[in-house]
């Protein structure tokens, strides 16, 4: 057990009112934890949610030491408050931190930081439809040093966000644009790590995009630029002729755990799903043929988000009826249920806090 001390703001916001966005509002309080070489993490503790001051010299800010994860908190109809499947989140953060030079957080003194910023405000999880409170776990590297090289002293902190759809479209089918210039990521780099450079890496080809009117980016692989990898917040599956497919982890995507939790399903249903390599000259093919029947991404902040307009060079795919399909429907349907306790959980994907 982790001995957090927890010092509550004398100064409580008002809660918000109207439509909440994604990302935009902070909660009252947030967990913080110290690292020092020759201490290991230490002071942990829940505070008032603040600014924090900081050296201009610091790592993150010149050389990009950091890692952060994404998870939500529900609120069920009975009153408890939920996490979904927090340990892959604690587990995928250590594959980050070991790629960064970050020191490892031990799992469950992950888990137990976010269960406990988590309980502190748990009057602040949203619980109109389609809301949840996203949690954003992330650490830092603090040392004010020029050089380049890991630092020795790291802050890790988790903060909360009341939270409604991450993209403005909801359930609406959004339209992605098939990136055929600029990559995200290739073997070898971080693309499998969750860190802001991955991110950085993605805004040109994002601005791109949203000025030609589409939401996202696709991204193509590193080297032949013609398999498909990731949307950089999501994940990516097609229906294709009845079967469902998404690229292998091949160390440049996420390994997302709304991926997992969907092929998990996907088998447990008995629709066929497959985790390989796909080139845009397939899925072009299927959409000529009409076997490219449904698209959607997955992720935390994203959950399912269908995909109605699939642009790449000169072509646009058009996927579907401008609605949501059925598979990623009654996806979204149950991975919501089970994350609210709204249904039955029988992979034990939800933890009560
Ligand atoms: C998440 O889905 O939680 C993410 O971290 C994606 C983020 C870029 C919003």
């Known amino acids: 057990m982790l001995d957090i001390k927890v010092t509550k703001t004398a100064t409580p916001k008002e809660k918000p009112q109207g439509p909440l966005g994604f990302g935009k509002i902070f909660t009252d309080h947030m967990f913080v934890m110290n690292y020092t070489e020759g201490m290991g993490w230490h002071d942990p503790r829940v505070v008032p949610f603040s600014d924090i001051s900081l050296s201009p010299a610091c790592v993150v800010f010149h050389y990009g030491q950091e890692m952060f994860e994404g998870m939500k908190a529900y609120k069920g109809a009975d009153g408890e408050t939920y996490l979904f499947r927090p340990e892959k989140n604690a587990q995928r953060a250590n594959e980050s931190n070991k790629r960064l030079c970050i020191p490892e957080i031990p799992e469950d003194i992950f888990v137990e930081a976010v269960k406990a910023v988590v309980k502190v405000d748990e009057d602040w999880i949203p619980t109109a439809e389609g809301t949840s409170l996203y949690i954003r776990p992330f650490v830092i590297a603090t040392d004010a040093f020029l050089g380049v090289a890991p630092s020795k002293t790291y802050l890790f902190m988790v903060i909360l966000s009341p939270s409604g759809a991450y993209y403005s479209e909801g359930l609406a089918p959004v339209g992605i644009w098939i990136e055929d210039d600029y990559v995200r990521a290739v073997k070898g780099g971080m693309g499998y790590a969750k860190t802001g450079g991955n991110y950085a890496c993605s805004l040109a080809a994002q601005v791109k995009a949203h000025d030609a009117g589409f939401s996202q980016v696709l991204w193509l692989d590193g080297v032949e630029r013609r398999y498909i990898e990731e949307v950089g917040a999501m994940n990516i599956f097609f229906k294709i002729d009845g079967k469902v ?42 959409q000529k043929n009409g076997k490219l029947e449904e698209v959607f991404g997955t992720g935390t902040a994203a959950v399912i988000s269908p995909v109605g307009k699939l642009r790449y060079k000169d072509d646009v795919m058009t996927i579907g009826d401008g609605g949501i399909g059925p598979v990623s429907q009654k996806i979204y349907d149950t991975i919501t249920g089970i994350q609210t306790g709204k249904l039955a959980d029988p992979f034990g994907w939800r933890v009560t806090i």
């Open 245 to 286: 497919v998404t690229p292998m982890l091949n160390g440049s995507i996420l390994p997302g755990v709304t991926r997992n939790s969907v092929l998990q399903l996907l088998r447990e249903w008995g629709i066929p799903a497959e985790e390989r390599r796909i080139s845009v000259d397939e899925l072009l093919e299927a």
